[in-house]
């Protein structure tokens, strides 16, 4: 014992004193009091109790009674200060924690590993983005605000200090237990992203701990395992590794962590753990640096400092060498009894002793353990999962994600018209979340082959292949290289396809490739989370920008805070309600309202989405195809849209010349087809079709004119059950009609009567004028038409007439069993029977859809004609056709669009605003934007399933009652998380 006391006053001065910093654990306004608490406290304590204090002992909420009854035991008899709580779950912890400090007649103090959250050690809880991550972001201000909510969390658990930041400066990349806790090679950034950190942290009341001093980041060892050896100057040591050290300390660094690590140049003594070094804890970390705050030793069972003692010896040489708590001893009883042995033989002081034990009575006091009340377990998981976390996860997620190459600007991927895009995936994770938010965006393939010689051959034809490399997120110290077969086949996929690589695990992964230079694109995602995932195909596509920066160096190619961003080409985002100043738990009443109407028989099966600023924040579905419950309905089925075909297919084409003057709102039938000179409609104008007041008759039931009189089957004159020349229109299965009878459709039309009465009535047969002009203008069909001017560029590839031409059966939901016409159940073809008789293609009904497309084509027009970097229409020519004319005359259309009700009744839940419009469908389908909330609403379901006489949708307001809760969601302010 007298050997350990004389070798720990072997000090040597190595550097200059630093700096003297104001204790970090006064509280300032409160000092009195404190002061008055810790000496009341302190004058009345045993030396076994002081002793005690200097003890943090392990626990796992997960271990079984026997184990957690024996931190019981050293409570009562080693009287030990605190606990440092590791696996588990967060009410068994809660449960222990409330236990403990019941047990305990001075408060515990708790701590934790919660580097990036408590999820670090605990089930059921937050995880935000490992610090290598945090890294990548350029605005600390988010660093800060992630330090402050995982401070919160510990606060609500009754956790008063966290071993967090890590500040250790990650030069070595072959580093086998920092890499992804460090946040970079990079001094100045890893300052900052610390001192952001700390700064939250601490704000939210929770003591920070810089660990691992003096810098654990350029080793190649584990002191979990073994003692590494730090083998730099302490020149350099003092430049960079304990360059962090000396911004948190000036900044009100709470606590530092002394690792257990052989550093030469700061201690003589070969092979002598930091952690027991007088001339490292006291002389360079308090004289130096002039650190007043807690000091912890690293867990002193940690292989790097119990080989180099028996137990109970090295908490004494720990305690000698300046530390004040003992982290994780082997032995406490043994431990806690050598200390009061070497109290009594005084080699340690009464000075000594109270120094420690005061600072940490201090720290309990300015953490409220002088007022402690017990963990609430009530919503305890609930309020450690908020919409608030996952609002700062997207968008800390968003700021990391790094381009770090773009030759030939290949990111973001803009003309989806001749693009083909395959998928392939390398790593041992899943990627099925950045797959499926790619084919949000357009049609992307996934490929996958037994051998590289499969992979060439099928990914050939492709002009585009992303590689997603996933290896696993459950943890940073998971395994992220390459495999030698994989970088083999990654090469040649290179060399021979233009390619975009993204990485979703730690930048070192980077290094495994020799060359990078057949790599058009290089996407760095860091993590290979779901919403990491989602987020960077959302940049691949445009919809979100590049903003990280490389925060280690990869080479001479990829240099620290290599940065290449990448600009928005405004298509749809995906994430959180409250990101756009929405609620989520209002939104959820969506969720009760649909299942209403499913079980109360209005449909059977829906999707809604809902968009607002440019972001998709609500995207569900609900029931079934049928009333069979057998297919339950998936986000890429696809609705027949009825008479959303109007807005989503024909209108758009009209604007479009408009937008070029081929056509004004003043041009006449006469003038856009001629046979109309001589009509009774020849003098109607463009505005008075597409604002139904030209008079034309709400509807002409084509169809009954070709059923047979008697039996009111579909006539043999008409229709044949085998395709030919002269019956090439298929109207349903095994059902063709004449192909001569669209003429007399046209001519029927033409010739009809004009109502008596002028002023508004809903009609469908100005759309049929206009797929007659349209396809007449252009001499393209209009379903090839609207595919080559719209639905290929927006990346609408689940929109289209006669989907049994794109999509299986199995895909598309069935609109009615057909009693009247086709005398069949309708599933894959156009529920109007106008339609129908047309081939399938109308320009009042037979669009196929789904409620992602929709809303793209409607985002298009909130953003006035501009849309995946492509300008479709001028915004003066979408405000000419969102014009309410004749509001005056208690007409709300506008021009082509719907509109609001001018009075009680109409398509809206009342509460939108005037600018809004959109349009329903007889099948049951809606959809509506508004210019003022930014929103888009859309509805999609088969209400006529199995008969269209269903009005019960129509009868309860479902969708009216849907939009109003949109509507009420918008009352999150905070939209700056």
């Known amino acids: 014992m007298k050997k350990l006391l004389a070798t720990s006053l072997l000090a040597l001065v190595l550097f200059p004193v630093f700096s ?9 306004d409160d000092f009195q009091n404190q002061q008055k608490w810790v000496d009341s406290i302190y004058g009345n304590m045993s030396l ?25 035991d050293l409570i009562a008899n080693q009287y030990i200060g605190g606990v440092i709580f590791s696996k588990g779950g967060p009410m068994r912890q809660a449960k222990l924690n409330n236990e403990f400090q019941a047990s305990s007649r001075i408060p515990l103090m708790v701590a934790m590993d919660a580097e990036w959250g408590l999820a670090m050690r605990l089930d059921s809880t937050f995880a935000y983005p490992w610090n290598m991550t945090l890294g990548a972001i350029k605005d600390n201000n988010i660093v800060e605000k992630v330090g402050e909510r995982i401070g919160e969390h510990c606060k609500r658990l009754g956790v008063h200090i966290n071993f967090a930041p890590v500040t250790d400066i990650n030069t ?24 952001a950190f700390m700064k939250g942290m601490q704000r939210a009341g929770i003591l920070a701990n810089a660990k691992h001093f003096p810098g654990h980041g350029d080793t190649d060892t584990d002191s979990h395992k073994t003692l590494p050896t730090i083998n730099f100057s302490k020149e350099r040591i003092d430049s960079v590794e304990l360059y962090p050290y000396k911004r948190l300390i000036n900044n009100g660094l709470s606590s530092v962590m002394v690792a257990h690590l052989n550093v030469p140049s700061l201690e003589e003594r ?6 027991i070094s007088r001339t490292i804890v006291t002389d360079m970390l308090k004289g130096q640096l002039g650190f007043n705050g807690l000091i912890f030793t690293d867990a002193l069972n940690m292989k790097g400092a119990s080989n180099f003692s028996s137990p109970g010896e090295i908490d004494l040489a720990a305690f000698l060498a300046g530390n004040d708590v003992l982290l994780i001893s082997e032995d406490i009883p043994k431990a806690h009894q050598l200390l009061v042995n070497a109290y009594r033989e005084k080699v340690i002081t009464e000075e000594r002793l109270e120094h420690s034990v005061k600072k940490i009575l201090y720290a309990k006091y300015k953490v409220g353990l002088h007022n402690y009340s017990p963990v609430d377990t009530n919503y305890l998981v609930e309020e450690l999962n908020t919409v608030q976390d996952a609002v700062l996860y997207e968008e800390s997620m968003e700021k990391a994600l790094t381009v770090l190459k773009n030759d030939q600007d290949i990111l973001p991927i803009k003309d989806l018209q001749n693009s083909s895009i395959a998928y392939v995936n390398f790593g041992d994770d899943d990627g099925s979340a950045f797959l499926e938010q790619l084919q949000q965006y357009a ?43 994989e970088l083999v086949w990654i090469y040649e996929i290179a060399r021979t396809n ?12 980077l290094l495994g490739l020799r060359s990078r230079a057949n790599f058009e694109g290089i996407v760095l995602s860091y993590q290979n989370s779901e919403v990491s995932q989602q987020l960077s195909a959302q940049l691949i596509f445009g919809a979100r920008k590049a903003n990280g920066q490389l925060p280690v160096s990869l080479g001479p190619d990829l240099p620290l805070h290599t940065s290449i961003e990448t600009n928005s080409m405004n298509r749809l985002q995906y994430g959180t309600p409250e990101s756009v100043g929405m609620n989520s738990f209002t939104l959820r009443k969506i969720d009760s309202l649909a299942r209403t109407g499913i079980y109360g028989g209005m449909t059977p099966g829906m999707q809604i989405l809902v968009a607002r600023k440019g972001k998709v924040v609500y995207q569900k579905n609900f029931g079934y195809h049928t009333q069979e419950n057998k297919n339950a309905v998936k986000s890429d089925d696809v609705y027949d849209v009825a008479s959303l075909t109007k807005i989503l297919a024909t209108l758009p084409l009209v604007m479009e010349l408009v937008d070029r003057d081929v056509l004004s709102m003043d041009t006449k039938l006469s003038e856009m087809l001629p046979e109309y000179k001589n009509s009774n409609k020849g003098d109607i104008t463009l505005k008075e079709i597409l604002t139904h007041t030209g008079r034309l008759q709400a509807w002409i039931p084509f169809y009954i004119g070709t059923l047979d009189s008697v039996t009111k089957q579909p006539a043999e004159k008409y229709y044949s059950k085998f395709i030919s020349e002269t019956f090439d229109l298929q109207v349903a299965e095994d059902l063709y009609m004449r192909t001569d009878y669209k003429d007399s459709i046209y001519d029927i039309i033409r010739k009809s009567e004009l109502r008596d009465r002028p002023g508004y009535k809903y009609s469908d047969l100005p759309y049929y004028i206009l797929k007659k002009y349209l396809e007449e203008f252009y ?37 009615e069993d057909d009693y009247s016409f086709r005398m069949q159940k309708v599933h894959g073809y156009v529920h109007d029977q106008g339609a129908a008789m047309l081939g399938g293609v109308g320009g009042h009904a037979g669009l196929f859809s789904n409620a992602n497309d929709v809303a793209k084509i409607m985002q298009m027009y909130l953003w006035k004609g501009f849309y995946g970097g492509k300008r479709y229409f001028k915004p003066q020519t979408l405000d000419a056709f969102n014009t309410c004319y004749y509001c ?50 859309v509805f999609l379901s088969n209400r006529t399933y199995p008969s269209a006489d269903n009005r019960k949708l129509i009868g309860s307001n479902l969708r009216s009652n849907i939009q109003s809760v949109i509507y009420e969601a918008i009352d999150f302010k905070n939209t700056d998380l």
């Open 20 to 28: 003297q910093q104001v204790n970090p654990l006064i509280v300032k």
């Open 48 to 72: 076994q109790e002081k002793i005690g204090q200097l003890f943090m002992v392990d626990v796992f909420s997960s271990d079984p009674t026997s184990k957690t009854d024996k931190v019981k």
């Open 172 to 195: 070595n990349p072959k580093n086998p237990i920092i890499g992804n806790r460090s946040f970079g090679e990079d001094k100045e950034n890893v300052t900052e992203k610390a001192l």
């Open 270 to 275: 070969s092979d002598y753990p930091s952690s």
């Open 443 to 485: 049609q992307v393939d996934w490929v996958k082959a037994e051998d590289l010689d499969g992979y060439i051959n099928k990914l050939a034809t492709y002009t585009h292949v992303i590689i997603g490399f996933h290896k696993s997120n459950a943890s940073p110290w998971k395994d992220y290289e390459f495999t030698e077969n």
């Open 498 to 509: 233009k390619v975009i690589l993204d990485v979703f695990a730690r930048p070192y992964a």
């Open 779 to 815: 001499g393209t069909p209009l379903d090839k038409l609207v595919q080559r001017n719209l639905y290929e560029n927006l990346g609408a590839n689940y929109t289209t007439y006669n989907p049994l031409q794109k999509f299986s059966k199995i895909d598309i939901v069935p609109t």
């Open 888 to 937: 005056e005359s208690d007409i709300r259309r506008g021009a082509g669009f719907d509109k609001p009700q001018l009075g009680d009744v109409g398509p809206t839940c009342g509460c939108v605003s005037m600018t809004s419009f959109g349009h329903s469908g007889f099948t049951g389908t809606l959809t509506w934007a508004d210019p003022d909330e930014e929103i888009v609403y």
